[in-house]
């Protein structure tokens, strides 16, 4: 399917176990604000949300991973979940796409258990972050201090703890688009 890519946000996911909310509220918030939000995953088909554990939704794939350039992306959004990072963790072309949009400075949203993703694709040495807890020890294992913030931002890194934290995290990433929530 193509898409225009003036404007366009990319969410990066995994085909399954994505957390709802941390998907849904800010590409809604995205939409509203006059940009193009783009669901891309490491294949074609749908991707799951969840609700903690229940499935709760399912969203279409605009495009995959691998045929994506970040170049073409004015932010990215990592939503959380358990199993959505820690599957995409493993994806060789997502650390690509990540490590291609930070080398661009652009910014870069990853909310509760999605800087698991940023860790195995490089990018958190050095940083502060925001995130679910229990990534406090693999963030430092990985040369970043983890913040009890509810929210971070360092450079053009937007964290944040949990789906508690949408808003602000949404509010945060708004301003980086330059578009005030």
């Given at each position: 399917m193509p898409h225009s890519t003036a404007r366009a946000v990319a969410f990066l996911v995994a085909n399954d176990g994505v957390e709802d909310r941390e998907l849904v509220h800010p590409w809604q918030a995205v939409a509203a604000a006059g940009f193009h939000p783009v669901l891309l995953a490491p294949t074609t088909g749908h991707v799951h949300t969840y609700r903690?554990?229940?499935?709760?939704?399912?969203?279409?794939?605009?495009?995959?991973?691998?045929?994506?350039?970040?170049?073409?992306?004015?932010?990215v959004v990592l939503p959380g979940g358990v199993a959505n990072p820690d599957i995409l963790r493993l994806n060789s072309k997502a650390h690509r796409f990540l490590r291609e949009a930070d080398a661009s400075g652009t910014p870069i949203a990853a909310i509760c258990h999605a800087p698991w993703t940023l860790i195995d694709a490089d990018l958190v040495a050095g940083r502060t972050l925001a995130a679910w807890p229990s990534l406090a020890t693999d963030l430092t294992n990985a040369g970043a201090t983890w913040t009890p913030d509810r929210t971070h931002i360092d450079k053009t890194l937007i964290t944040a703890q949990s789906d508690q934290d949408v808003e602000e995290f949404t509010t945060l990433l708004l301003n980086a688009l330059g578009r005030p929530a």
């Amino acid at each position: 399917m193509p898409h225009s890519t003036a404007r366009a946000v990319a969410f990066l996911v995994a085909n399954d176990g994505v957390e709802d909310r941390e998907l849904v509220h800010p590409w809604q918030a995205v939409a509203a604000a006059g940009f193009h939000p783009v669901l891309l995953a490491p294949t074609t088909g749908h991707v799951h949300t969840y609700r903690h554990l229940d499935r709760v939704g399912r969203h279409p794939v605009h495009l995959t991973i691998a045929d994506a350039r970040a170049a073409d992306y004015t932010a990215v959004v990592l939503p959380g979940g358990v199993a959505n990072p820690d599957i995409l963790r493993l994806n060789s072309k997502a650390h690509r796409f990540l490590r291609e949009a930070d080398a661009s400075g652009t910014p870069i949203a990853a909310i509760c258990h999605a800087p698991w993703t940023l860790i195995d694709a490089d990018l958190v040495a050095g940083r502060t972050l925001a995130a679910w807890p229990s990534l406090a020890t693999d963030l430092t294992n990985a040369g970043a201090t983890w913040t009890p913030d509810r929210t971070h931002i360092d450079k053009t890194l937007i964290t944040a703890q949990s789906d508690q934290d949408v808003e602000e995290f949404t509010t945060l990433l708004l301003n980086a688009l330059g578009r005030p929530a």
